[in-house]
Nanobody, 118 residues
Framework: QVQLVESGGGLVQAGGSLKLTCQGSGLTFRYYVMKWFRQAPGKEREYVAG????????NYAESVKDRFTISRDNVRRTVYLQMNSLKLEDTAVYYC???????????WGQGTQVTVSS
């Protein structure tokens, strides 16, 4: 049974930082592209960041570029999202997603709430 479990969300003041963690189990983690998405109340889920299987390439949405950093540790089967200089508009539920290389296989975590206050 594949599981992706996010943690690290919480309440933070604007300008602050949080680090999200997503740990995988039941899958060969190192063969999966990992991505973070988020969904704010009343909005569609949107892409935040992605990282290749070896961590060699990273990609970010324009709205988080230069503030967020994605990384991964294949030994720990974990992907991280370091979020700095948080803004009110970063408030959302954050989800991690695993996408199998060369296949249509994908898995989602259950999400972790990030709330940025003024």
């Amino acid at each position: 049974q594949v599981q992706l479990v996010e943690s690290g969300g919480g309440l933070v003041q604007a300008g602050g930082s949080l680090k999200l963690t997503c740990q995988g189990s039941g899958l060969t983690f190192r063969y999966y592209v990992m991505k973070w998405f988020r969904q704010a109340p009343g909005k569609e889920r949107e892409y935040v960041a992605g990282i290749t299987i070896d961590g060699g390439r990273k990609n970010y949405a324009e709205s988080v570029k230069d503030r967020f950093t994605i990384s991964r540790d294949n030994v720990r089967r974990t992907v991280y999202l370091q979020m700095n200089s948080l803004k009110l508009e970063d408030t959302a539920v954050y989800y991690c997603k695993a996408e199998g290389m060369g296949s249509n296989t994908e898995y989602w975590g259950q999400g972790t709430q990030v709330t940025v206050s003024s």
